[in-house]
């Protein structure tokens, strides 16, 4: 099972994957900004007895941690991140502040993702892809099982993630998205950090940052 929630001013796309069987739970990039959405997350977990196991973060920027602190509080599981992402999220405080966001409470990573790292809850699996290009650390979560992948910012329909932010690299998001998102089967099934969801095959062949001719 996948949930998605739309959070904060910058609409960003949290995710809650399960394993039904066992009740076992991750949460990818826990964007809830206000407490109503941090509850709202909670809530849903709570309710379905979801027993959260991990919380997996694309990448760092501030409209992908809001809610990090809260759930790591309330339920005490680890928070994992790419090493490369430290600069970008010790960083997440003075941004807040540059865009007058109140109330962000910091946290500690504990610890650090890399590529060909494997999560499984119950019987599901995602194994983990580094996509740098948006972020120096940005990485993906597939599910080959469930034929997904999560992808952050990286991939959008119609779309690509930002390159002008510090940090970004434009030729490294687009080899990013050829070598590990375009690897992928076509009915894939694309869940971005923003917007609906899209599928390998449509942005090959319609999106015209990175179409395949």
């Not at 964007?31 to 760092?60: M, N, P, V, W």
């Not at 099934?189 to 319609?206: C, F, L, N, Q, S």
Request: hydrophobic share 35%; glycine share 8%.
């Amino acid at each position: 099972m996948i949930q998605a929630f739309e959070f904060s001013p910058f609409q960003e796309n949290t995710y809650v994957i399960a394993d039904e069987t066992s009740g076992d739970a991750i949460v990818i990039d826990p964007g809830c900004y206000e407490q109503a959405e941090k509850e709202a997350l909670s809530q849903f977990l709570d309710a379905r007895k979801l027993t959260l196991k991990y919380i997996l973060l694309t990448h760092a920027h501030l409209d992908h941690v809001f809610g990090l602190a809260y759930l790591k509080r309330r339920y005490g599981v680890p928070a994992y991140l790419h090493e490369r992402e430290q600069v970008i999220y010790a960083d997440v405080p003075t941004r807040c502040a540059l865009y007058g966001l109140r109330g962000y409470e910091h946290s500690e990573i504990d610890a650090w993702l890399k590529e060909g790292d494997q999560f499984q809850i119950g019987s599901l699996t995602l194994d983990v892809l580094f996509t740098p290009g948006h972020a120096p650390g940005h990485v993906a979560f597939v599910n080959h099982a469930d034929r997904y992948i999560v992808g952050g910012d990286v991939l959008f329909r119609g779309s690509v993630g930002r390159t002008d932010f510090p940090y970004c690299n434009h030729n490294d998001l687009l080899n990013s998205i050829r070598t590990k998102f375009f690897t992928l089967p076509d009915d894939y099934t694309v869940y971005a950090g923003h917007m609906d969801p899209t599928t390998i095959g449509h942005e090959k062949r319609t999106n015209p940052f990175v179409k395949i001719n």
